[in-house]
């Protein structure tokens, strides 16, 4: 069963320093998503990236966040410069149309020192 | 701003009854709902979706009923089983359905 695949499992990083979040989304989807979940806390939705821009975002997704698909294949998360506050899990979803179930990539675990 | 809200952090069940899970929601906007499954250090896997046209959708052990003038959904496991020992999400969409919202969670224990 196709599943969406992310990289790497976990990363850590000194604050301040670039981080980017590699997602492989599901071959035949078109809507792409990030989310994070702090730990113990909900799970919040970051951007929605469709046709190659972003469609929506959220006020967490400010200028230290970007999107990217560089290639047919991958979707990227970067946060320019890491605070200690983006230690979260990173998760990747996609789906075939807007209102349809989104499928998750396991994570990425991100802690910032 | 909790628009999705699950308030019971969790749930212990024997196996073999009845889960019981809830969710309430503010937004009357919303029309789209989902109840993710998560293991640890996985990522949620979806388990069952309903939209505001119906009030009740209903996928082997599981069914959610959604009851629009409450603002509220649920979600039916029976019988549960250990393997459904799980945190599970409820979200929710507008028309729009670029954004998932997403509530706390509850932690469901199943006991064999």
């Known amino acids: 069963e196709p599943e969406v695949t992310q990289t790497p499992s976990h990363q850590v990083t000194q604050m301040g320093q670039e981080v980017i979040l590699r997602c492989v989304p599901i071959?035949?989807?078109?809507?792409f998503y990030w989310y994070r979940q702090i730990l113990g806390q909900k799970v919040e939705f970051l951007v929605s990236f469709y046709n190659n821009e972003i469609s929506e975002k959220s006020e967490i997704f400010d200028d230290q966040f970007s999107v990217e698909r560089p290639d047919g294949s991958n979707f990227t998360l970067k946060i320019r410069s890491t605070k200690l506050e983006d230690s979260a899990m990173y998760f990747c979803a996609s789906s075939e149309d807007r209102m349809e179930t989104q499928y998750f990539g396991p994570g990425t675990r991100l802690l910032v020192l | 701003d909790q628009q999705v809200k699950q308030n019971s952090p969790s749930l212990s069940v024997q196996e073999g009854r009845i889960s019981i899970l809830n969710c309430d929601y503010t937004n009357s906007m919303f029309d789209y709902f989902l109840w993710y499954k998560k293991y640890p250090a996985e990522g949620p896997t979806f388990l069952i979706s309903?939209?505001?046209?119906?009030d009740k959708n209903e996928d082997g052990r599981f069914t959610v009923f959604l009851n629009k003038s409450a603002k509220h959904l649920s979600l039916h496991i029976v019988p549960s089983q250990p393997g459904d020992s799980a945190v599970y999400f409820c979200?929710?969409?507008?028309?729009?359905?670029?954004?998932?919202?997403f509530g706390t969670g509850t932690s469901l224990t199943v006991i064999p």
């Open positions: 309903i939209s505001s046209i119906k």
């Open positions: 071959s035949n989807h078109l809507y």
């Open positions: 979200a929710a969409s507008d028309q729009g359905g670029n954004q998932f919202y």
